[in-house]
């Protein structure tokens, strides 16, 4: 293990020092930064404007889709069914409820 004089250290803290590094080597990596930069915020952008797409599409979505959607949902509510009407009971027939007291 290389040992690294703390003063060496302390000479990369003290502003003005470039340590060889010139801006023509650092061009690439602006650029590289901004590029990265620009990218991410065009991704954060589609994403944000489909997202929009979708939310505009559910609350106004055009007449003839919104009739398609009303017509589906008709078809989930159940409707109750249709009683039939008991039949007239015969003569020698008890009353449905003969049992009960009176």
Do not use: C, Y
Request: aromatic content about 14%; glycine content about 6%; hydrophobic content about 50%.
């Amino acid at each position: 293990m290389k040992v690294v004089p703390i003063a060496l250290l302390a000479d990369m803290f003290i502003p003005g020092k470039n340590f060889g590094i010139t801006s023509e080597k650092t061009g690439a990596g602006d650029a590289f930064v901004l590029m990265t930069l620009g990218f991410l915020f065009f991704l954060f952008g589609a994403f944000a404007f489909a997202a929009w797409g979708f939310w505009k599409r559910e609350t106004k979505p055009e007449p003839h889709v919104q009739l398609l959607m009303e017509l589906e949902h008709a078809e989930d509510e159940p409707t109750a069914p249709q009683a039939e009407p008991l039949p007239q009971p015969k003569a020698w027939e008890q009353p449905a409820d003969w049992w009960k007291v009176k």
